[in-house]
């Protein structure tokens, strides 16, 4: 039985005596899916289906199912407000898609990571995986690559017109990685780069030609000159 977890007493130790469901599956990504689709409700079930699926995929060596294992894993830990945990599982995710080349993985696994050590109060790692996601970010071949992600997901996943129409834009992903550094360097009292990274939001052309998005740098911005002078 592989230690998914490292900590005693955490989502993975479960008794022995519990039945691992019985499946002729031998694609990893089946076996994924069906973790995805019930964990939220059985996470024991999903945890013996994450073991199956990753074993499966170290017996084929295929790297990108063990990757999305080991991502399973952490959104299952975050789920369950184990953040220490989802960071831990997280960052095995990541070693693993960097070898694979894949950046858009990547980029999704260090914005995922600085979340959860965000949540976990470790706010040097925290920022240390933030700043590697933008770093990445700016690289032309990941910008494509996520991009295509994004496109993919959208068309498979479509809105309709109403909602379209009185949605606020979203912020994108390098955008709202920023707002959350500023949120963490204010919360060290680091007031001058929690300043500076809202900055950098405000300067993007595509939140200079978007009113709503302006609204909620200068809310952001707000926030901050009070906390400072208080």
């Known amino acids: 039985c592989l230690a998914l977890f490292p900590a005693k007493g955490s989502v993975g130790d479960f008794p022995q005596s519990y039945t691992r469901q019985q499946t002729s599956a031998k694609d990893p990504y089946a076996l994924l899916t069906k973790a995805r689709e019930v964990y939220k409700k059985d996470t024991r079930q999903a945890i013996v289906l994450i073991e199956e699926a990753l074993l499966a995929a170290l017996k084929q060596n295929n790297i990108p199912a063990q990757g999305e294992s080991y991502q399973l894993l952490g959104d299952i830990n975050a789920h369950l407000k184990q953040p220490d945990l989802a960071a831990a599982n997280y960052q095995k995710a990541l070693s693993l898609f960097r070898k694979t080349g894949n950046r858009a993985k990547t980029l999704e696994l260090l914005k995922l990571s600085g979340k959860a050590y965000e949540d976990a109060e470790d706010y ?15 690289t032309p071949a990941a910008r494509s690559s996520k991009l295509k992600v994004e496109k993919t997901q959208s068309a498979q996943a479509p809105v309709s017109s109403s909602v379209k129409a009185s949605k606020k834009p979203a912020l994108n992903e390098a955008e709202e990685v920023r707002l959350a550094m500023s949120a963490i ?10 300043v500076q990274n809202l900055m950098e939001v405000a300067e993007d052309a595509e939140v200079a030609t978007s009113p709503e998005k302006d609204l909620i740098v200068n809310d952001k911005l707000g926030d901050v000159y009070k906390e400072q002078n208080e």
């Open 185 to 194: 360097y204010a919360k060290q009292k680091n007031f001058d780069l929690s």
């Open 124 to 138: 040097t790692n925290a920022l240390a995986n933030y700043q590697a996601f933008l770093k990445e970010w700016e």
